[in-house]
């Protein structure tokens, strides 16, 4: 992990989990006790931090990941699908004795889905292997992290990273209790409407409701609060106030990784200097086109297919 640094500095350096999806078609949850025939099963990369490292790489940007996984098949397949975005995974290390991290998703026909997540080589991403790769986060523009990996080691890489003048984003996934202190650090806290009300302890029904407990969140800390909405589109606070953007409208197959998909989008428009209502309407492109199709990081879109469904919604005026 404290190789010589040898690549260039990133534009977007995730700090984060990444997992092989082991997924699984069903027509619905089984019952306790009860056995279903699925109607398909198939692999995919995973993590929250490997999906927004994918999904940031599509979009042009120069991506970095910082992470763990085991030395095992999972691990040299995780790797080689980043390397084949170019996605530098320099700072992601080996660890022997402990299986990579693995996803156990069921997709049920109107695209949603249920996860189990056997976090293995993730939980090993420390703060001082964190520290080791201090170099790389002082040099990216913008660093992301989530809350599949300890939050020791999370809390660590947004503290240098903010010290270095980086734009901070934690998309805060899967939901924990976060001190001030480490909201304080953060430029963007990204959640969902399930997020949100977790951490603000209220219900998020919809927009109305997430613009009061976005701002309610900012207040704790975070310059900018991004609360998804999914089909409802999303709501941002701010400190000019509060906007809300709908989503475009499409047929979702698979909503698996659509969060990512925006976490991951935001990054790069943000660290390629793109306007701030640009930059999400260019997220919440990508994760409509990553919902069609199934899959995780296969499904991300590329910034040209960004680009067209974006010229396209702006010739039928649906581009907020």
């Known amino acids: 992990m404290s190789e010589p640094f040898a690549a260039p500095p990133a534009d977007v350096l995730v700090v984060g989990s990444l997992n092989m999806d082991l997924r699984i078609r069903t027509p619905r949850l089984p019952a306790p006790g009860e056995t ?34 085991g030395q095992d ?7 080689a699908a980043l390397q084949a975005d170019g996605i530098d995974t320099h700072a992601v290390e080996r660890i022997a004795g402990t299986p990579s991290g693995t996803a156990a998703i069921l997709l049920m026909p109107d695209g949603e889905n249920s996860i189990v997540v056997i976090p293995g080589a993730n939980h090993a991403l420390t703060p001082e292997r964190v520290r080791a790769q201090a ?38 996934a899967p939901v924990q209790p976060l001190g001030e202190a480490l909201l304080g650090q953060l430029d963007w806290l990204v959640v969902n409407e399930i997020e949100a009300a977790a951490l603000a302890g209220m219900p998020v029904p919809g927009p109305a409701e997430a613009r ?11 310059r900018q609060v991004l609360v998804t909405l999914g089909a409802e589109g999303l709501v ?11 989503a475009p409208r499409v047929q979702a197959v698979d909503t698996t990784g659509a969060g990512d998909t ?59």
């Open 236 to 246: 941002l606070a701010g400190p000019e106030g509060t906007l809300a953007l709908p």
């Open 135 to 172: 170099a790389r986060l002082r040099q990216a523009r913008v660093v992301v992290a989530q809350l599949e990996c300890p939050l020791d080691a999370v809390a660590e890489a947004l503290a240098i990273a903010r010290e270095a003048g980086a734009v901070t984003v934690l998309n805060a």
């Open 73 to 79: 098949a999972h691990g040299a397949a995780l790797l």
């Open 212 to 222: 009061a407990v976005a701002e309610q969140l900012r207040q704790r800390g975070p």
């Open 36 to 69: 279903l025939t699925g109607s398909g099963f198939d692999t995919d990369g995973g993590g929250k931090g490997a999906n927004q490292a994918v999904a940031a790489a599509r979009q042009g940007a120069r991506v970095a990941m910082l992470g763990a996984v």
């Open 262 to 320: 925006v976490v991951g989008a935001l990054a790069a428009a943000l660290a390629t200097g793109r306007p701030l209502r640009e930059a999400l309407t260019r997220a919440q492109a990508a994760a409509a086109l990553a919902v069609t199709r199934l899959g995780t990081q296969s499904a991300m879109p590329t910034a040209a297919e960004v680009d067209h469904l974006v010229a396209d919604l702006h010739l039928q005026g649906d581009t907020p």
